[in-house]
């Protein structure tokens, strides 16, 4: 039976997915507040983490520790790394790296991303969740979405020069502050993950505009995504 774990950053993220759970139950763990109950038939634990890895990697360990769940899902905002990603468009990851990880002055073979031991730089998302969330976005805004690389790191990007080196050193066609850390944590638990993302901004100079004009919509539209995604799975 699946058991999913769906967790976004800020209220704004998860607000609607908290309000469609049935047979609710609500605990409290780490500042967090966890609401248990069914999505579209399918059981969910939904959470706000809080901004930035370690909040992100923190909420991981609890949902598997204390509510077994058996697939994860960040659902959020993201700013656009590629100019064919638009304010609203998706972008559901095929794996995901951190933009801010550097050893490489210890040993110039850890690359930009990598963390010294793990045995991966990028943690790929389940290939079938991914998919599963591909069409869902497909069915819910048909031809904004695009499989792609999430680069997240504990920074608010919103510099041309920041936002492109970033391109050159993860290629990866969004970035935020949580999604990699989930993968992480669910790569060390081998649980299943996915992530789900809305542009909200280009991270570049204009997305001290655009970031609080577009979050709260963007973050809706991802949610109404990651519904289609808990009753896609109810079907499956
Ligand atoms: N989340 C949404 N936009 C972002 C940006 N530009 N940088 C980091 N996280 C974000």
């Excluded at 081998?190 to 919509?217: C, H, L, N, Q």
């Amino acid at each position: 039976m699946k058991k999913l774990g769906i967790i976004g950053a800020m209220d704004v993220e998860v607000q609607t997915l908290k309000d469609k759970l049935q047979d609710l139950q609500i605990t409290q763990k780490a500042g967090m507040v966890f609401f248990q109950g069914k999505l579209e038939n399918t059981p969910a634990v939904v959470v706000q983490c809080g901004v930035g890895k370690v909040n992100a990697a923190l909420c991981v360990q609890i949902l598997c520790d204390l509510f077994d769940v058996t697939h994860i899902v960040n659902t959020g905002v993201a700013g656009s790394l590629c100019n064919d990603l638009d304010i609203g468009d998706f972008v559901v990851s095929r794996d995901a790296m951190y933009h801010d990880f550097t050893c490489h002055i210890l040993n110039p073979a850890y690359c930009v991303g990598q963390v010294p031991g793990m045995d991966v730089l990028a943690y790929p998302a389940d290939k079938a969740l991914a998919e599963y969330a591909l069409e869902s976005a497909q069915l819910v805004y048909p031809g904004h979405a695009r499989m792609g690389r999430v680069a997240s790191g504990d920074q608010f990007v919103a510099a041309k020069e920041h936002k492109e080196q970033i391109i050159a050193d993860t290629q990866a066609i969004c970035t935020e502050m949580e999604g990699c850390a989930i993968a992480h944590a669910a790569w060390r638990n081998k649980i299943p993950f996915v992530i789900i993302r809305a542009i909200s901004d280009k991270a570049d100079g204009s997305a001290y505009v655009d970031y609080p004009t577009f979050e709260a919509a963007a973050a809706e539209r991802c949610a109404k995504v990651t519904q289609a995604l808990a009753k896609r799975l109810s079907d499956a």
